[in-house]
């Protein structure tokens, strides 16, 4: 009787799960099934051509979602403007300057005009980090689901206690990932993004030149890449200067990062730490020498990167400007 009980609850609930996964769940062609059947081809045209007027907007999308999907999860928070009575993720110190927010803007706008109010920003986001990821990288297309709301809350002190700062050490990142579900090896998997894009000096630290105040550059840093980041940064101009991250490909998302790493030319200490470790560093030498391999597993990890914590159905709205709540 009892058994006859759950079975019934739990088929109940399966069923209710189909049926109301249209309007609830995460899928995919989310929005072939509502008004806007064509919103994954107008961002991917829109995304297409900002790249090629300026390729710096597809490492910035990517790490917008990273920061999106690390704080509160992939509700667009990221993309909230401050008020007089609250301090955004935007305004978060110190700064962590992301740019890119007019692309988002600007393809919420088109979307806006074809179909108002069905397209979340946070969906936004996440369809441009994918086609920033397909335009960048030699890999096959591939799926992301829709139906992420946004969220109404942003708070700039959550950034530092979510996004994991240039300076930690292995452990320090492997905890990190794991408290957004992510395992050691996706956690080295998606260090291979630092393939593309650039970095202010600021976050470089001090690596080459004055590590951990030694007076010395960080022994574990190539002395060329050393004195290249010394030339660079340090010669007296603004503190917003940036510095490539992959000096082999800087334009391509492949897996030369890992190469780079190998021979002590990664950026930060996140990226330098992943040697010290007997496990990441058996995944820096696969992703290395396996660059399909390390295809294959970047796209899944960064799906479900992309699933982080999402709000679903009544959880969240769907913002009509994506920089501030409804
Ligand atoms: C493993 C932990 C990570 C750390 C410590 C880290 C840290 C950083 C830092 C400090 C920068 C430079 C920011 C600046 O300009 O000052 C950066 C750049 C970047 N990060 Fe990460 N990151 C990590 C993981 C990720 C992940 C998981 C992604 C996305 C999947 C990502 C995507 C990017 C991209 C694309 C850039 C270049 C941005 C540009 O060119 O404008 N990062 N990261
Ligand atoms: C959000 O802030 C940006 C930059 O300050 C500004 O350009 C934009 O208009 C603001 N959004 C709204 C809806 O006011
Ligand atoms: C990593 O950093 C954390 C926090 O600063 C520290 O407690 C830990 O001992 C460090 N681990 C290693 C292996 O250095
Ligand atoms: C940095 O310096 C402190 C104090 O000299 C030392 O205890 C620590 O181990 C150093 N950290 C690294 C990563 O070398
Ligand atoms: C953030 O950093 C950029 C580049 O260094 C700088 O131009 C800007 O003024 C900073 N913003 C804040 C609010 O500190």
């Not at 907007?57 to 008020?83: E, K």
């Amino acid at each position: 009787m009892k058994l006859t009980v759950i079975l019934c609850f739990v088929v109940l609930g399966f069923l209710t799960s189909i049926m109301g996964a249209t309007e609830d769940g995460l899928m995919y062609d989310y929005y072939k099934r509502t008004t806007c059947p064509h919103v994954e081809i107008i961002i991917a045209k829109m995304m297409r051509d900002f790249v090629r007027q300026d390729f710096r907007v597809a490492p910035r999308i990517i790490r917008m979602h990273f920061h999106d999907c690390f704080v509160r999860g992939c509700d667009g928070s990221v993309l909230l403007n401050s008020t007089a009575e609250n301090k955004a993720e935007k305004d978060a110190r110190p700064n962590t300057s992301l740019k890119g927010y007019d692309v988002i803007d600007r393809i919420k706008d088109t979307l806006e005009d074809i179909c108002p109010n069905t397209v979340s920003c946070a969906d936004i986001l996440a369809y441009a980090a994918r086609e920033s990821v397909q335009l960048t990288g030699k890999f096959p297309r591939y799926l992301v689901q829709g139906g992420r709301k946004d969220g109404r809350i942003s708070r700039d002190i959550e950034v530092s206690r979510n996004i994991p700062p240039s300076s930690f050490n292995v452990s320090s990142l492997i905890l990190n990932f794991a408290s957004k579900g992510l395992s050691l090896e996706e956690m080295v998997t998606l260090s291979g993004i630092h393939s593309i894009g650039v970095s202010s000096c600021f976050s470089v630290g001090k690596r080459y030149s004055n590590f951990n105040n030694t007076g010395n550059p960080d022994p574990t840093l190539d002395s060329d890449l050393a004195d290249s980041l010394r030339r660079q940064c340090d010669n007296g101009t603004t503190a917003s200067k940036t510095v490539i991250m992959d000096t082999i490909t800087p334009n391509v998302l492949d897996n030369k990062y890992y190469v780079g790493l190998l021979q002590n030319k990664g950026l930060f200490t996140s990226d330098a730490t992943l040697l010290t470790d007997r496990q990441t560093l058996r995944e820096v030498t696969s992703n290395a020498n396996q660059a399909r391999a390390w295809e294959m597993k970047f796209v899944d990890a960064m799906v479900k990167m992309g699933e982080i914590e999402v709000l679903i159905g009544e959880q969240g709205e769907v913002r009509k400007k994506c920089s501030i709540v409804n």
